[in-house]
T-cell receptor, first 113, second 114 residues
Framework: SQTIHQWPATLVQPVGSPLSLECTVEGTSNPNLYWYRQAAGRGLQLLFYSVGIGQISSEVPQNLSASRPQDRQFILSSKKLLLSDSGFYLCAWSLQGAGNTIYFGEGSWLTVV | AQSVTQLGSHVSVSEGALVLLRCNYS??????LFWYVQYPNQGLQLLLK??????LVKGINGFEAEFKKSETSFHLTKPSAHMSDAAEYFCAVSASGGSYIPTFGRGTSLIVHP
């Protein structure tokens, strides 16, 4: 069966510091990968998605970036965090093609102080 | 283009009462529709999914949803609420053509009173 893991689960970072959130998927090949963000009391915001290694699409301009160095690894990064980057970050995956279910990781709480 | 509207950011019910969470969608092509549940500090979990095989879709935990094309709706129901149903619920739509990335609604928080 397929599993998805992301880490760290929680982190507190000062403004201006770098960020790296990692996500890996097991049990499938060539998945679509996604990064979402949930701000407090708000819905899901799609940040990035990837259909293959090195292929990243950005949905929202910001100081975050994403990379997919391996087929089942997705990394969310920032060089300098802002207070507004605080939130709950969710990695997710799906099979390629229309109508496939998106499966979410456990989430990572980021607090920028 | 596709969109989802969830009516009511909060819904409050008594334990044992009917749960009704509303979702209306917009899609220029036949849609795929999803309901997800999110418990505090966790990721989203799929409750059920509509793929055009049947208009009434049964999901986990006693939830079901009915696809009504004429009303462009996909409301989520459960006959009898349980305290453990308290969570955030998200409706999502995915088009069968073009960009297949789902669009999520803003979520509805279900509050269950004893």
């Amino acid at each position: 069966s397929q599993t998805i893991h992301q880490w760290p689960a929680t982190l507190v970072q000062p403004v201006g510091s770098p960020l790296s959130l990692e996500c890996t998927v097991e049990g499938t090949s060539n998945p679509n990968l996604y990064w979402y963000r949930q701000a407090a009391g708000r819905g899901l915001q799609l940040l990035f998605y990837s259909v293959g290694i090195g292929q990243i699409s950005s949905e929202v301009p910001q100081n975050l970036s994403a990379s997919r160095p391996q087929d089942r690894q997705f990394i969310l990064s920032s060089k300098k965090l802002l207070l507004s980057d605080s939130g709950f970050y969710l990695c997710a995956w799906s099979l390629q093609g229309a109508g496939n279910t998106i499966y979410f990781g456990e989430g990572s709480w980021l607090t920028v102080v | 283009a596709q969109s989802v509207t969830q009516l009511g950011s909060h819904v409050s019910v008594s334990e044992g009462a009917l749960v009704l969470l509303r979702c209306n969608y917009s899609s220029s092509v036949p849609p795929y529709l999803f309901w997800y549940v999110q418990y505090p500090n966790q990721g989203l979990q799929l409750l059920l999914k509509y793929t055009s095989a049947a208009t009434l879709v049964k999901g986990i935990n006693g939830f079901e949803a009915e696809f009504k094309k004429s009303e462009t709706s996909f409301h989520l129901t459960k006959p009898s609420a349980h305290m453990s149903d308290a969570a955030e619920y998200f409706c999502a739509v995915s088009a069968s053509g073009g960009s297949y990335i789902p669009t999520f609604g803003r979520g509805t928080s279900l509050i269950v009173h004893p």
